[in-house]
């Protein structure tokens, strides 16, 4: 069965940076677009970032545009999110996703989902 598991999350103080990793199995990952969601509490699941099959295309929410970075490895099946310049509202879970084909910012177009992994943002 298809597996997405994420690491990296912590406590980080404002102004540090963290890199989280999602390793997947149980699917051919170079046919997968992947996501980065992330839900605070209280709050509803929000798009972070997503990139496409072969890694060439790139997606951002505003709220971390030039702070966060996806990457990928389809070598080892797993996609990353570097991190930067955490700001306390960074504070959530965060989430990886697949989608079957392309990168999306909609999370009804991912297929699979990970667990999660908590990030918290100490100001």
């Known amino acids: 069965q298809v597996q997405l598991v994420e690491s990296g999350g912590g406590l980080v103080q404002a102004g540090g940076s963290l890199r989280l990793s999602c390793a997947a199995s149980g699917l051919t990952f170079s046919s997968y677009g992947m996501g980065w969601f992330r839900q605070a509490p209280g709050k509803e699941r929000e798009f972070v970032a997503t990139?496409?099959?072969?890694?060439?295309?790139?997606y951002y929410s505003d709220s971390v545009k030039g702070r966060f970075t996806i990457s990928r490895n389809n070598a080892k099946n797993t996609v990353y999110l570097q991190m930067n310049s955490l700001k306390p509202e960074d504070t959530a879970v965060y989430s990886c996703a697949a989608n079957h084909g392309t990168s999306s910012r909609e999370e009804g177009e991912y297929d699979y989902w990970g667990q999660g992994t908590q990030v918290t943002v100490s100001s």
């Open positions: 990139i496409s099959s072969g890694g060439s295309v790139t």
